[in-house]
Structures are given as structure tokens and as C-alpha cells.
């Protein structure tokens, strides 16, 4: 069966622009969480989504916004994008009962 | 609070072993271990549950002390296939707040 699918995979913005990335989570999956991923910070929680309801938030700056929609898939907005945001942004999807995550190969960021 | 793994990075032959760490200040309910190759999405692993046993993946296998609130991977015959970085991430005490908090990650590297 299809895994997560992350669009787009690569993505140069300029510094100040606004960005929206969209994650399609393994079909069934109705749990849709985001993580960050750097080099100096590793993997750090963004937001988590169940039946289009945020149900947890990371410590990231109101830049940073999230949705899911009714079919499961969901989408994460960065507006005035600034250099520290570059990153890979992942994507994972799960079923609730059964245990852990399956991650997409993420959308890398790049802020010039 | 970020969970500790040490070592930062290890190197193996083929065929050794190898136990990656993992600590946490805070009390946990859940501990979720992941591999990540580079370029490619974190895989799922195991996930140890307070209470519960030590799990068993091929000739991977992990333990949770809940006293210490720290939980092991042990990697026993490596093969070059286990290369890679291995990321544990962590659910508070009390459970169900649908977010994970990840350690740096352990760089593995099995050479031939």
C-alpha cells in the first residue's frame, strides 16, 4: 500500500515569503503529525492532527500553522519565512491502535 | 525536555554488537526507537511501553528501565544494513499527548 506522501520534496523560498506543504498520510491513517528536522536541533515536534482537530502544538512561533482536512490529508503553512526556518519538514501518519509512526521522505526548505 | 542518547556515534564491523542509550529527566509512558538513513524518511523500529517487556525486531532489540526512565538498543550481529541514525523519541508519563520528543540520534556505521 502507498506510505506518506510528501509534496513537493524540494522547495527554495525567499526570506519573507510565505510556504504551504501537504502531506497525503497512508490511507486508514487518520492521525497526521509534523516535525521539523535540523542538524543542530535534530527532529522536534510541530503540531499533531486527528479528525481535523489539533490535539497538540510544539513550541514554534505562530508562523507556523497546520490543517487536516476531512479525507485525512494535511497541509502546514510557514509565512515570513526567515533563514532559520530551512529544514527538512516531515510528515507522519498513524492508525491509533497500532503502534508508531510511518514517516514521508519530507519536503527540504531552503530560505535564501 | 530532550532525551539524552549516547554514544553520539559509533562504528562497527560486521558482525559486532553495539547498545545505543537513551535517557530521559522526566518520567515516560512510551519509547519509540527509529532508523534513519540519509537522504530517506526515519523508519519505526519497536516502541517499549511502561510496564511492558523488552521487544525483539530480527536481531534488534531494546529494553526500558522505568526507574532509571531509560531505555537501550541493542544491536547484536550488526550487519551493513544497520547503518544508519538511530533516533530514540519519548511519550511523557500519563500517555496520549500524541507527540514524540526525539533524542539527537546515534550515527551507526557497520563497515565491512
Known amino acids: 500500500k502507498a506510505g506518506v506522501t510528501q509534496t513537493p520534496r524540494y522547495l527554495i523560498k525567499t526570506r519573507g515569503q510565505q510556504v504551504t506543504l501537504s502531506c497525503s498520510p497512508i490511507s486508514g491513517h487518520r492521525s497526521v503529525s509534523w516535525y521539523q528536522q535540523t542538524p543542530g536541533q535534530g527532529l522536534q515536534f510541530l503540531f499533531e492532527?486527528?479528525?481535523?482537530?489539533?490535539?497538540n502544538k510544539g513550541n514554534f512561533p505562530g508562523r507556523f500553522s497546520g490543517r487536516q482536512f476531512s479525507n485525512s490529508r494535511s497541509e502546514m503553512n510557514v509565512s515570513t519565512l526567515e533563514l532559520g526556518d530551512s529544514a527538512l519538514y516531515l510528515c507522519?501518519?498513524?492508525?491509533?491502535?497500532?503502534?508508531?509512526?510511518?514517516f514521508g521522505s519530507g519536503t527540504r526548505l531552503t530560505v535564501v | 525536555q530532550q532525551p539524552v542518547q549516547s554514544p553520539q556515534a559509533v562504528i562497527l564491523r560486521e558482525g559486532e554488537d553495539a547498545v545505543i542509550n537513551c535517557s530521559s529527566s522526566k518520567a515516560l509512558y512510551s519509547v519509540h526507537w527509529y532508523r534513519q538513513k540519509h537522504g530517506e524518511a526515519p523508519v519505526f523500529l519497536m516502541i517499549l511501553l511502561k510496564g511492558g517487556e523488552q521487544k525483539g525486531h530480527d536481531k534488534i532489540s531494546a529494553s526500558f528501565n522505568e526507574k532509571k526512565q531509560q531505555s537501550s538498543l541493542y544491536l547484536t550481529a550488526s550487519q551493513l544494513s544497520y547503518s544508519g541514525t538511530y533516533f530514540c523519541?519519548?511519550?511523557?508519563?500519563?500517555?496520549?499527548?500524541?507527540?514524540?520528543?526525539f533524542g539527537k540520534g546515534t550515527l551507526l556505521t557497520v563497515n565491512p
Open positions: 507522519a501518519s498513524s492508525f491509533g491502535t497500532v503502534p508508531g509512526y510511518t
Open positions: 492532527y486527528f479528525s481535523e482537530t489539533q490535539r
Open positions: 523519541g519519548t511519550e511523557g508519563s500519563g500517555g496520549s499527548n500524541y507527540k514524540l520528543t
